[in-house]
């Protein structure tokens, strides 16, 4: 009878594996992309926005959906039909705020009331809603918005310099300081600040963070650079108030009392302040901060300032990685971090007392946690390189379970690559880590082609995380082993990791991936005569740095990348980045921007070379590209350029995201398939 239960099983396994289909790029915009859980404060529900990608209209679309938070059926309370996004309890639990552009563009917010299941728009701010958080009493809002510094926020002032603006015979740009532009827009006349924004109109809308400034500032992660006091009297947020922008990271905290308006700096370090989050008692405010003026990639720590003493302290000064994200636990006696840790992203609970780190989950990575108001339950989202976003929910010493099941029924049907870690000696006895992904369903006595994904930053991380950008999976799917290695200047390793990179582009960081492509060539079903390479920013940089030292692979894909390191630091717009990098600009300090530009060694070219890069792309400009592929034209290698005239540093939108996987994978096909 056993015999007969185990041969069914094997038999109903191969029959759905059978059923299974290596993953397309259809498939990966078909995955629905859960984000922003944040639990009631009953702890009873857990709402989230859901997106959605419509490749036919080469649009996305999102809405706001609630679960139970012990488990059960989750039901859409949002139309969904353009994009409704990051959902908001109100402190009593009645009602759920969250931003839409279904009315206008730019987004409001609105209020889904729980009682009669209909929402209504409560803001028409001319700039727009952005980040938001609730006053604590539940009378309103406090929302970034992007103003004319002389308008504030009055509606009329805005439309007669916006009417102006749009008047204007000539789009002539007079520019007469640095930082221009940023990531992928011009500068524009107004800037973002912090507006009061009451829910009932006896309470009048006001500017509390007036100027010609950003506040806060231009941040990637974006909404958690402001917070208000559990009273609400006061508010704490980030700003850059340096005269050169272009050279600083150093944005520092400031205090100011909702009712005088009158701001009060509170952190001195010349890094990065941000984040801040009063504690639930209100005693404190911890934050994010890094101690050395102009490099984006120190390393963040936990700080904390005591609020009737005016004093600050480091907490937890052992803790070797990035405080990535934080939120306080409802006793306000400790914090729960993400952090990167060895391609995971898991959680850490830091005790305020001793500064103690106790790992709470490290399976995968986490991201968006929120807790609810007894302490008991956490939220947050998990992905792997296997699996993409769900909410997922757990008690501080429990089990965690899946509470999100779009994607389920799309994902029994598809094969996907399976992964592990491999582990290898890099430069100087270093040891290196890298995720690895085989084919769907590959069979180990064949050879395979390989892959080899180099990360950007330069100072980032390969992670057990799905990704819609890069998805090692779709490589796997054409039939690639797919190496993903976490060199110098990866985090997740300690910060001295991280900073053997810097003025060293091309040195450790060149061995380490290097001695992991050995050991890729080394695997016995990897087919050591068909390798490729591929890197975006930093990994586009890398890319062309191989170009000019090593034929070792048969085919390369430079995306957004770092070709000729003086040019680029004439036209990229954080200059604080090559500076760092550097050790200053290249006419006072030309030795090293001489040292590792690839464009130095273009004599060496002769591997062929498909080259991508966006218009709008303003942290590595189109130059780096198009000077790339002359130099591979004019030596007669083999080569393409795909020019998206409406990216920026990422190719995001559905039909181009589609054309650059589908090319990438054609290149890749032509030289190392036979």
Not at 128 to 136: E, H, K, M, N, R
Not at 509 to 520: P, S, T
């Amino acid at each position: 009878m056993r015999k007969t239960l185990a041969l069914l099983t094997l038999l109903f396994a191969a029959a759905a594996s059978a059923q299974q289909h290596p993953m397309s790029f259809t498939d990966l915009a078909a995955i629905k992309r859960v984000g922003t859980p944040r639990v009631s404060p009953d702890g009873l529900w857990v709402a989230y926005d859901l997106s959605s990608i419509d490749l036919g209209g080469n649009k996305r679309t999102a809405a706001i959906w609630l679960v139970p938070a012990a488990g059960g059926e989750a039901r859409r309370i949002t139309d969904g039909v353009k994009q409704d996004e990051s959902p908001s309890w109100s402190p009593d639990g009645k009602s759920i705020a969250y931003v839409s552009n279904r009315e206008s563009d730019p987004k409001q917010i609105y209020v889904y009331d729980i009682a009669t299941a209909k929402s209504r728009k409560v803001t028409s701010l001319s700039g727009g809603a952005g980040s938001f958080t609730w006053l604590p009493d539940g009378s309103g809002w406090l929302v970034t918005s992007d103003v004319y510094p002389e308008c504030g926020v009055d509606p009329a002032c805005h439309k007669s310099h916006a009417d102006a603006d749009a008047s204007k015979p000539s789009g002539a740009r007079v520019i007469t300081s640095l930082l221009y532009r940023h990531w992928k827009s011009w500068q524009d006349p107004t800037r973002t600040h912090i507006i009061f924004a009451p829910f009932t109109s006896t309470a009048a809308t006001r500017d509390l963070t007036p100027g010609a400034f950003s506040a806060p500032p231009f941040s990637l992660g974006g909404g958690d650079e402001f917070d208000i006091s559990p009273d609400g009297k006061e508010l704490v947020y980030a700003s850059d108030t340096q005269k050169n922008p272009e050279t600083s990271t150093n944005s520092d905290l400031f205090l100011v009392a909702l009712t005088d308006g009158t701001a009060k700096r509170i952190t001195t370090r010349t890094g990065a302040d941000t984040a801040p989050k009063y504690s639930p008692d209100g005693k404190y405010i911890a934050w994010r901060s890094q101690s050395r003026a102009g490099y984006e990639s120190d390393q963040f720590e936990l700080w904390l300032y005591d609020r009737a003493a005016g004093t600050s302290h480091r907490v937890a000064e052992t803790f070797p990685n990035n405080v990535e994200s934080m939120t306080w636990a409802p006793d306000s006696r400790s914090i729960f971090i993400t952090t990167a840790e060895k391609a995971r992203h898991p959680i850490y609970e830091i005790t305020l007392k001793d500064g103690s780190a106790r790992q709470v989950w490290n399976d995968g990575s986490a991201d968006a946690l929120s807790i609810s108001r007894d302490g008991k339950t956490i939220v947050f989202t998990r992905s792997s390189l296997e699996t993409p976003s769900d909410v997922w929910a757990m008690s501080r010493t429990g089990a965690p379970h899946k509470l999100t099941t779009h994607n389920d029924a799309l994902l029994q049907s598809i094969a996907m690559g399976a992964t592990s870690d491999l582990w290898y000696t890099g430069a100087d006895n270093a040891q290196v880590q890298a995720l690895l992904v085989t084919p769907p369903n590959y069979d180990a006595t064949k050879k395979y082609p390989a892959i080899v994904l180099i990360h950007g930053g330069p100072q980032g991380n390969w992670a057990q995380a799905w990704s819609y950008r890069w998805n090692p999976q779709l490589f796997a799917a054409r039939g690639y082993v797919v190496l993903m290695p976490n060199p110098r200047g990866s985090t997740g390793y300690g910060q001295k990791f991280v900073e053997e990179i810097s003025r060293d582009w091309g040195g450790k960081v060149y061995v380490d991936l290097m001695n992991g492509v050995d050991k890729l060539a080394a695997l016995p079903y990897v087919d050591a005569n068909r390798l490729g390479a591929a890197g975006g920013s930093y990994g586009g940089y890398m890319v062309d740095w191989i170009l000019g030292h090593s034929t070792r692979f048969k085919a390369l894909v430079s995306h957004a990348g770092v070709y000729n390191l003086e040019s680029m630091y004439g036209v990229t717009e954080e200059l604080w980045f090559p500076e760092w990098e550097f050790a200053g600009n290249p006419w006072d300090n030309p030795e090293l921007y001489e040292k590792w530009s690839p464009n130095k060694f273009v004599k060496n070219f002769a591997t062929p070379t498909l080259v991508t890069h966006g218009e709008l792309d303003f942290r590595v400009p189109i130059n780096q590209g198009l000077e790339l592929f002359t130099a591979l034209q004019k030596r007669g290698i083999p080569s393409k350029l795909v020019y998206f005239p409406d990216e920026g540093h990422w190719i995001l939108k559905p039909q181009n995201s589609k054309l650059w996987y589908s090319v990438v994978g054609d290149w890749f096909d032509q030289y190392l398939k036979p």
